[in-house]
């Protein structure tokens, strides 16, 4: 082979080890491979609440505190749980998949509704006076009853408050 | 019949609606073919010179295009993939016969070498846009059905030459034969096969599945590695040496993958420099590796046959390791898009009730759409009537849908970096080739 044609092989193949370098570098430096799924929080872990301001970002730290309480008791993700509770037809894809009884559901949503009343008091958000009977409340309230609570969070936190307001007041008028 | 190995990459996922099957089970219509054609092709090459490759050729188009009308009529994947398996062997016969025919019409067989080296790199590029376009004006089959017109074509100007060997009953006689199949260059060209084939099914896939693209559309993006797979072919022109053309055109063709498996956003410009790599590397090596394999050897018809089984065998391989590898990680993105989707959404500030309620559309518009990467817009309908609400969740669809199109691009990561690998291994096999000057 002609020496020019050796050189024009190698100028080729040096041209094609240049590109390729220069286009895999330049897709990895603009983070070709920094992408990373969303990762699922173990729902075990305390989740602090964000300092809320009004009924509704009470009532959002509320909801996702009993996911988190409910989701850790049952050993699943907090979204699952999520999506469990949205309609009855995904609950019952969710207690088979799981191999989950209504009882331990139950069980479990009350946990939740118990972690969301403790996280909302540590926070402030709820007084340690509409704290202790709501916790006693909602450890007794049927499955169907606990899951509206989580799902409509404002409107439960805003009866609880219409009702136990008062009850509030007149208590920390007679408490020392 | 070259491009019929990649021609149906774009319909794939048409079929795979259609004929209501799994992504795996799709596949076999690539594989199927490939894998005929790689067992036929030396067997039909023996054929050839035994009852003359006018006749092998006649007899090669008239049973591909009677297989191709059966394909396009075909309503189960049963019946299509059997049908595909009976075009494999009238392409393997008419294609190595093919090799015998040219000389007589280009002049020499050194030329013939190339030309039909060149027609295989061709078809292999062009067959993806031509298949995409008629599967989305059309329908998927009419690749087959158009494919018996073209057949029949084809083996007119033949017909004389089949003709005057039945009348004379003279075949080739000429029965030197010079060396062994070329080891070094059949292997790299079964592994650069197997990287090309992965690197057309992997980014057709992506473009539909992952990026919800119509074939069309596809095809037009896929257009890029046929018109450089044009200045490849140009390229070549201008370097004698076989084995460098060959070395940096597995270079190129792996560097393409690897972009491709590092892509840095779901869009349809950045996948074009890799596919100009891919497009310009398939044009060098695939060439320069069959001129390789064909050099100083005897007869054509059955060297030709054995590059012709080399490359369709890594395709079959290149299907058959990665198929599993990117429907497992599809399956995982899947998953994981899942729950990221509803963890974004838990997480965001919007009202309870409606977050609870969109978690759950969302996940089930993910479920639904098993395999593929859903617009979530509908599961987002009917927007909120409170105008901070309704901004609060378009930003969270603009966001679940970048979360979404993000993790499907890299479902296909692993499977192009392997592809890329095998590229790169195809480096041994080029190296111990002999140097060849054509």
Same mark, same amino acid.
């Given at each position: 082979?002609?020496?020019?044609?050796?050189?024009?092989?190698?100028?080729?193949?040096?041209?094609?080890?240049?590109?390729?370098?220069?286009?895999?570098?330049?897709?990895?430096?603009?983070?070709?491979?920094?992408?990373?799924?969303?990762?699922?929080?173990?729902?075990?872990?305390?989740?602090?609440?964000?300092?809320?301001?009004?009924?509704?970002?009470?009532?959002?730290?509320?909801?996702?505190?009993?996911?988190?309480?409910?989701?850790?008791?049952?050993?699943?993700?907090?979204?699952?749980?999520?999506?469990?509770?949205?309609?009855?037809?995904?609950?019952?894809?969710?207690?088979?998949?799981?191999?989950?009884?209504?009882?331990?559901?139950?069980?479990?949503?009350?946990?939740?509704?118990?972690?969301?009343?403790?996280?909302?008091?540590?926070?402030?958000?709820?007084?340690?006076?509409?704290?202790?009977?709501?916790?006693?409340?909602?450890?007794?309230?049927?499955?169907?009853?606990?899951?509206?609570?989580?799902?409509?969070?404002?409107?439960?936190?805003?009866?609880?408050?219409?009702?136990?307001?008062?009850?509030?007041?007149?208590?920390?008028?007679?408490?020392? | 019949?070259?491009?019929?190995?990649?021609?149906?990459?774009?319909?794939?996922?048409?079929?795979?609606?259609?004929?209501?099957?799994?992504?795996?089970?799709?596949?076999?219509?690539?594989?199927?073919?490939?894998?005929?054609?790689?067992?036929?092709?030396?067997?039909?090459?023996?054929?050839?010179?035994?009852?003359?490759?006018?006749?092998?050729?006649?007899?090669?188009?008239?049973?591909?295009?009677?297989?191709?009308?059966?394909?396009?009529?075909?309503?189960?994947?049963?019946?299509?993939?059997?049908?595909?398996?009976?075009?494999?062997?009238?392409?393997?016969?008419?294609?190595?016969?093919?090799?015998?025919?040219?000389?007589?019409?280009?002049?020499?067989?050194?030329?013939?070498?190339?030309?039909? *080296? !060149? %027609? =295989? $790199?061709?078809?292999?590029?062009? #067959?993806? +846009?031509?298949?995409?376009? @008629?599967?989305?004006?059309?329908?998927?089959?009419?690749?087959?059905?158009?494919?018996?017109?073209?057949?029949?074509?084809?083996?007119?100007?033949?017909?004389?030459?089949?003709?005057?060997?039945?009348?004379?009953?003279?075949?080739?006689?000429?029965?030197?034969?010079?060396?062994?199949?070329?080891?070094?260059?059949?292997?790299?060209?079964?592994?650069?096969?197997?990287?090309?084939?992965?690197?057309?099914?992997?980014?057709?896939?992506?473009?539909?599945?992952?990026?919800?693209?119509?074939?069309?559309?596809?095809?037009?993006?896929?257009?890029?590695?046929?018109?450089?797979?044009?200045?490849?072919?140009?390229?070549?022109?201008?370097?004698?040496?076989?084995?460098?053309? *060959? !070395? %940096? =055109? $597995?270079?190129?063709?792996?560097? #393409?993958? +690897?972009?491709?498996?590092? @892509?840095?956003?779901?869009?349809?410009?950045?996948?074009?420099?890799?596919?100009?790599?891919?497009?310009?590397?398939?044009?060098?090596?695939?060439?320069?590796?069959?001129?390789?394999?064909?050099?100083?050897?005897?007869?054509?018809?059955?060297?030709?046959?054995?590059?012709?089984?080399?490359?369709?065998?890594?395709?079959?391989?290149?299907?058959?390791?990665?198929?599993?590898?990117?429907?497992?990680?599809?399956?995982?993105?899947?998953?994981?898009?899942?729950?990221?989707?509803?963890?974004?959404?838990?997480?965001?500030?919007?009202?309870?009730?409606?977050?609870?309620?969109?978690?759950?559309?969302?996940?089930?518009?993910?479920?639904?759409?098993?395999?593929?990467?859903?617009?979530?817009?509908? $599961?987002?309908?009917?927007?909120?009537?409170?105008?901070?609400?309704?901004?609060?969740?378009?930003?969270?669809?603009?966001?679940?849908?970048?979360?979404?199109?993000?993790?499907?691009?890299?479902?296909?990561?692993?499977?192009?970096?392997?592809?890329?690998?095998?590229?790169?291994?195809?480096?041994?096999?080029?190296?111990?080739?002999?140097?060849?000057?054509?």
């Amino acid at each position: 082979m002609s020496a020019g044609g050796r050189s024009r092989g190698f100028l080729l193949i040096a041209g094609a080890v240049v590109a390729s370098l220069v286009l895999v570098g330049a897709y990895l430096a603009a983070g070709g491979s920094s992408y990373e799924p969303e990762k699922v929080q173990d729902p075990c872990k305390p989740r602090p609440w964000s300092n809320p301001q009004g009924l509704s970002e009470i009532a959002n730290q509320f909801t996702v505190s009993a996911l988190d309480g409910a989701a850790c008791q049952l050993g699943v993700s907090r979204e699952a749980l999520a999506r469990a509770l949205a309609t009855p037809e995904a609950r019952e894809r969710f207690k088979e998949r799981y191999g989950i009884t209504d009882a331990k559901l139950a069980k479990a949503v009350r946990a939740g509704l118990v972690r969301a009343v403790d996280d909302a008091e540590e926070a402030g958000a709820l007084s340690p006076i509409l704290a202790v009977p709501l916790r006693e409340a909602v450890q007794r309230v049927p499955l169907e009853q606990a899951i509206e609570f989580i799902n409509d969070a404002e409107s439960f936190l805003g009866n609880v408050n219409s009702f136990l307001g008062p009850a509030q007041s007149l208590l920390e008028e007679f408490l020392p | 019949m070259l491009a019929d190995s990649s021609i149906v990459v774009l319909a794939l996922p048409d079929i795979y609606r259609e004929l209501n099957t799994s992504v795996s089970g799709v596949t076999w219509v690539l594989v199927s073919f490939n894998l005929v054609m790689a067992l036929a092709a030396v067997p039909a090459a023996l054929i050839a010179r035994r009852v003359g490759p006018g006749r092998a050729a006649a007899v090669g188009l008239a049973i591909f295009a009677g297989a191709g009308l059966a394909c396009g009529l075909a309503d189960s994947l049963s019946t299509l993939i059997a049908a595909r398996c009976v075009q494999a062997i009238g392409g393997a016969a008419a294609v190595t016969a093919a090799l015998e025919l040219l000389p007589a019409t280009v002049g020499s067989e050194q030329r013939a070498t190339t030309v039909w *080296a !060149a %027609a =295989g $790199a061709t078809g292999a590029a062009l #067959g993806p +846009a031509l298949g995409g376009i @008629l599967t989305e004006l059309v329908s998927w089959q009419s690749i087959f059905l158009l494919q018996v017109p073209v057949a029949l074509a084809a083996a007119v100007p033949i017909l004389s030459v089949a003709k005057h060997e039945a009348a004379t009953g003279i075949v080739s006689t000429e029965l030197r034969r010079t060396g062994r199949p070329h080891l070094w260059a059949n292997l790299a060209l079964a592994m650069v096969s197997a990287a090309i084939a992965a690197a057309l099914f992997l980014l057709v896939l992506l473009l539909i599945e992952g990026w919800r693209l119509s074939p069309i559309e596809a095809a037009l993006v896929v257009s890029a590695m046929p018109l450089a797979a044009v200045i490849g072919g140009k390229l070549a022109d201008f370097v004698p040496d076989a084995r460098a053309r *060959a !070395a %940096a =055109g $597995a270079i190129l063709v792996s560097g #393409g993958l +690897a972009g491709l498996a590092f @892509l840095p956003k779901a869009t349809i410009v950045l996948t074009l420099p890799p596919q100009i790599l891919v497009g310009l590397g398939l044009a060098l090596v695939l060439s320069a590796l069959t001129e390789t394999a064909l050099s100083g050897r005897a007869p054509q018809a059955i060297h030709g046959g054995w590059t012709i089984s080399a490359r369709h065998a890594g395709v079959v391989i290149g299907l058959l390791a990665l198929t599993p590898i990117f429907t497992a990680e599809i399956d995982q993105q899947r998953h994981d898009a899942i729950n990221a989707g509803t963890a974004v959404i838990l997480d965001s500030p919007i009202n309870p009730l409606l977050k609870l309620d969109l978690a759950e559309r969302v996940s089930e518009r993910l479920e639904e759409e098993r395999g593929k990467v859903p617009t979530i817009g509908p $599961a987002f309908e009917p927007l909120p009537d409170d105008p901070g609400e309704r901004s609060e969740v378009q930003q969270l669809q603009s966001e679940l849908q970048d979360q979404l199109d993000r993790g499907a691009t890299h479902a296909f990561s692993t499977s192009f970096i392997l592809a890329a690998l095998l590229g790169l291994i195809a480096l041994f096999p080029i190296a111990l080739s002999k140097e060849v000057e054509l």
